[in-house]
């Protein structure tokens, strides 16, 4: 009896341990084109039901009660991938589902962890989708380091981004490798591609010199946009999303797939409308994209994309600062609007509207030489049309009344001349139209008349790109990067404003002999004013690249040249004879190389250097006045700069992190135009004006266990001028001037401006980011945000005020330091036989008030220059929301 039970214990524990026994499947997910690791790739057995997913360095643990079955590897961007069952499954290549990626990436030159020697952040589509909401697309950036972003007056697309201290001027901005900042003056209009967000698969920044393979590199980063190019596999999906002030917004998507005979098309379209947070900034914009992809052969194949975002948003002019007392006594506090207002008819009316579309058109090609050569062409098109509303005729103070420090009506911060109710603060335009109509007092027509400024384009060009490998350690990259541009500047009224004609001031300023034009002509709605010139740059360029790849090594050394032609045809201001400028070209060129050491599987080095010599931008460069002027700056120079970094990675299952330190002089910035005395189109050419950016930067993110990824990053930045510099004045037609009228040159005096140790403005110079994501349930994920803002200076204008003498700048007023809360919700489930997504965020969830932009307007005065009661500011957003459902077939 004693041996029957003993044998049914030992029977029961066996059969007990056999059905807790558990088999372990292992490997590492990476991206087969770019052999980068994967994070979060969806992990889950058939057979047991069961599920994970990857870590930081890819790889995953799967512990099943027996090898059967398929292990399904899922991913947002890539094809799923179905595998049968056993222990150790290696390395696991997924393929991305965008057809034409590898044409893409080659093109747009996307660096690669652990082997392209820059400081990098990556944001994966699931996390862009998770985190944007109803943010301006910069916005999503501001928890990468260096990087601050502001919505600046708060309309639609108004937002602006800096890294490292640098403006979008000097920030490159690359979408499926074709540049986008402005040919003229180097920025970024964020409102022409608003609707970038909702079609956008990868978005990379590359902090310092980056990798990209153009021409004309960047300053201060590059921010590589990756759109969502044609899916492989068949669906598509409809979105809906309502938030605070009136916002809503549909999209929809559709992918034919890849076919029997290799054509695949994609196809995105949706609308986004509301009231604004900012009072009477209300907003209409749609997005539409296309991609047609054909496969010819193995060795050919042709992808073309199309896409754009018109839209039209009423503005919060940001030049409209207040001082922080005024703000306060506002009834709308920190949404107050001083461009906002009704008429005669008691109609709400906002008389700064933008409006502009910038469609853009590609056709890439992939050609597969051989098995060691490629070549990767990108023939793209540019067409902007659109105009932003401006007064012209009375200044802007008898409009909106002046920002001092004294001289408020009532708390307002208006004087007595302006049209604005000194009760409500709000724009009179009743007073306005009454002002301008016509009477026994007023023969004289409009004083003050509603303009369109338009800036119409063409802009078209061509980078392509040779690769070959010549060895099995070394490859060489070669290519051009040629553009042509030419956009159309005029101001066309559009408004009376309650008169019955306009006499233009400015064309009593033409000063061409030859002229005919009338300058006491009454003109009326449609006639042109203040500007009619178009703008002409023509860019030809080469790059070359060879890299160096070997186990644990990878270097590279790079080099570019290119030659920018400026000219000017200006219908306004000359005669026919005389109305093309001088033409002019300046050479550009960089150098930079670096190197990534690999010191095992979790450790690696890198350090890069470079030196740039960039030509002046046409806009406030090379054009004394590109408004009013043919006038070239003779004086123009290059702009310089060199950098070095060096960083180090870490890498593990649990934890990464990345550290770089940074510096980098800026030589010679272009200076050109000032206020001096009473000639306003006065200029000085500061060359020799310098800046010296250095700083340490670190990011990490950490999984301490399966559920839970916590994120961080700290930017230290020391950001100063670092020269003194001198210069001589001429008036808008370069005539030497001593800012009243014009003198002979050996009269000429010079002005000294002396900027050294002062702090860069217009951007926080340390920020710090935590944050964390958690899978509470199953398809439940919670997260939140937290980042800090300090040592943000105000932006300051270099003016002077008279000729002669050394003039000295002060660090700015520097604003309070704040710390925003983000919160956000994602839940995946089953519709039926479709997958959704529902998404609720939450940001500046504690309702801070805090000042994201500021202008000190005493920087030159020892006394006032920190002083918060001189200072003009722009209120970031309250608390704002928004709900999103997202249902894929």
Known sequence: MRRKLLFLLFTILFSSVSAFSQNVIKGTVIDKDTKEALIGVSVYSEGAKLGTSTDLDGSFSLNVPSLQGKITFTYVGYNSLKLDARADLGTI???????????????????????????????????????????????????????????????????????????SANIAVMVNGVPVNDMEWGGVYWSNWAGLSDVTRSLQVQRGLGASKIAAPSVGGTINILTKSTDAQKGGSILYGIGNDGYN????????????????????????????????????????????????????????????????????????????????????????????????????????????????????????????????????????????NAWRGASTSSLYGTVTATGTLNGIGVNKTGHRNPLTG??????????????????????????????????TGLISTYTSQLTDEINFYGGIDLRYYAGLHDGRIIDLMGGSFYVDPARATIKDPTSTVDKNEKLIVGDIVYRDNTGYVVQTGGFTQAEYNKDALSVFISGSASNNTYWKIDRFYYSKENQKSEVKSFIGFNIKGGANYNINEEHNVFFNTGYVS????????????????????????????????????????????????????????????????DDVDAFVNLSGLDARHQGIELDFVIKPIHNLEITGMASLGDWIWDSKTSGLVYDAYGRPSNGKTVIDAKDQKPITIDMRGVKVGNSAQTT???????????????????????????????????????????????????????????????????????????????DQTYISDSRDLQPRNPGKHDDWTQVAVMYGFGRTYTTTLKVNF
């Not at 109803?134 to 950036?141: A, D, V």
């Not at 900034?281 to 194949?301: D, L, P, R, V």
């Not at 004289?444 to 119409?456: C, F, W």
Request: proline share 3%.
């Open 93 to 167: 290549e997924l393929e991305s589902s965008a057809i034409g990626l590898r044409d893409v990436v080659v093109t747009s030159s996307v660096a690669i962890r652990r082997k392209t020697p820059v400081a990098m952040s990556i944001i994966e589509p699931e996390m862009l989708e998770a985190k944007l909401s109803s943010q301006e697309f910069p916005e999503i950036l501001k928890s990468t380091p260096g990087v601050y972003a502001t919505k600046q007056g708060g309309g639609y697309g108004d937002s602006r981004i800096n890294v490292r201290g640098f403006e």
């Open 249 to 388: 917004k549909v999209l929809f998507s559709l992918s034919t797939g890849l076919n029997k005979n290799g054509w695949a098309m994609s196809f995105v379209g949706g609308k986004n409308w509301g009231n604004g947070y900012i009072l009477g900034s209300e907003f209409e914009a749609y997005t539409w994209y296309a991609n047609i992809s054909k496969i010819i052969n193995a060795n050919h194949q042709l992808s073309f994309t199309a896409f754009g975002s018109p839209q039209w948003h009423n503005q919060r002019y940001n030049n409209d600062k207040m001082l922080v007392t005024e703000w306060q006594q506002q009834k709308e506090k920190y949404q107050f609007n001083p461009t906002y207002g009704f008429d005669a008819q008691g109609q709400r009316v906002n008389a700064n509207r933008n409006r502009y579309h910038k469609p853009q058109i590609s056709l890439n090609h992939s050609w597969s030489i051989n098995d060691k050569s490629s070549l990767s062409s990108a023939l793209y098109l540019s067409i902007g049309d659109g105009a932003g």
């Open 426 to 459: 709000y724009m009179d335009y009743t007073n306005l139209q009454s002002d301008n109509a016509p009477s026994d007092v007023n023969t004289t027509g409009s004083k003050t008349v509603l303009t369109e400024s338009r800036n119409n384009h063409i802009w």
């Open 614 to 677: 960039r030509a002046p931008f046409m806009s406030g460069g090379y054009f004394t006045s590109i408004h009013t002027s043919n006038t070239v700056n003779r004086n123009a120079v290059n702009e310089k700069l060199f950098s070095a970094e060096v960083g180090y990675g870490y890498r593990s299952k649990f934890f990464t992190a990345n550290l770089n330190v940074y510096y980098t002089k800026w030589m010679d910035r272009t200076s050109v135009r000032t206020f001096i005395g």
């Open 768 to 846: 710090f980011a935590t944050g964390a994501s958690y899978h509470l349930l199953d398809g439940l994920t919670i997260g939140a945000d937290l980042t800090v803002l300090c040592n943000n200076y105000a932006d300051y204008a270099i003016e002077i005020p008279d000729i002669g003498g050394t003039y000295t700048y002060y660090t700015p007023f520097k604003v309070p330091d704040v710390g925003l809360l983000d919160l956000r919700a994602n839940y995946r489930f089953k519709m039926g036989p479709f997958d959704a997504n529902l998404m609720g965020n939450v940001n500046n969830v504690l």
